[in-house]
T-cell receptor, first 115, second 110 residues
Framework: SAVISQKPSRDICQRGTSLTIQCQVDSQVTMMFWYRQQPGQSLTLIATANQGSEATYESGFVIDKFPISRPNLTFSTLTVSNMSPEDSSIYLC????????????FGPGTRLTVT | QKEVEQDPGPLSVPEGAIVSLNCTYSNSAFQYFMWYRQYSRKGPELLMYTYSSGNKEDGRFTAQVDKSSKYISLFIRDSQPSDSATYLCAMSDSNYQLIWGAGTKLIIKP
């Protein structure tokens, strides 16, 4: 199974600023996912990032607010731009097991608080 | 109405009890049914998956799918304090995009 690390693990940011979250995988993977998890709520998919192509965003999420980079098969970044307190959440990256697309491996998450 | 409904709990039971966690869903196209476990300040990890209907057992854990009722369950036998976590159900159709339940927080009291 893939091992995923995220940086930073947590951060407190002021409104109007931006934060870039890094996701590193110990093996090459085709698809990486970015999720948001708010307290007491289900995981919400923000976007799917394939290497070499533009990320695909889910309804309600736009590239200007959540730009994503995927420069190679082991790394991706998610930027939360022009933050507001409503962006306070846990942000998770995940990858899928190539043989079983429904099986995803998650990083530990980035806990973001916007003041 | 959400596609996947899951009671957020918390569900508190004594050590050794049998735990039953459940999700209901509305999309009859779902074929893959997963249970993920998430410990505090960690990412979710896949616990069990089931394709279509039926039961699947793995040690103290049993996953059950009833497609006719659009209802899935996870049973934990001989529950341990280390089982205390949030359990999330997830489902997908042939496109493999996961649709998640809200998660049930489980507390096993020693």
């Amino acid at each position: 199974s893939a091992v995923i690390s995220q940086k930073p693990s947590r951060d407190i940011c002021q409104r109007g600023t931006s934060l870039t979250i890094q996701c590193q995988v110990d093996s090459q993977v085709t698809m990486m996912f970015w999720y948001r998890q708010q307290p007491g709520q289900s995981l919400t998919l923000i976007a799917t990032a394939n290497q070499g192509s533009e990320a695909t965003y889910e309804s309600g999420f736009v590239i200007d607010k959540f730009p994503i980079s995927r420069p190679n098969l082991t790394f991706s970044t998610l930027t939360v731009s022009n933050m507001s307190p409503e962006d306070s959440s846990i942000y998770l990256c995940s990858v899928e097991d190539g043989a079983r697309a429904y099986e995803q491996y998650f990083g530990p998450g980035t806990r973001l608080t916007v003041t | 109405q959400k596609e996947v409904e899951q009671d957020p709990g918390p569900l508190s039971v004594p050590e050794g009890a049998i735990v039953s966690l459940n999700c209901t869903y509305s999309n009859s196209a779902f074929q893959y049914f997963m249970w993920y476990r998430q410990y505090s300040r960690k990412g979710p990890e896949l616990l069990m998956y089931t394709y279509s209907s039926g039961n699947k057992e793995d040690g103290r854990f049993t996953a059950q799918v009833d497609k006719s009722s659009k209802y899935i369950s996870l049973f934990i036998r001989d529950s341990q304090p280390s089982d205390s976590a949030t359990y999330l159900c997830a489902m997908s159709d042939s496109n493999y995009q996961l649709i998640w339940g809200a998660g049930t927080k489980l507390i096993i009291k020693p």
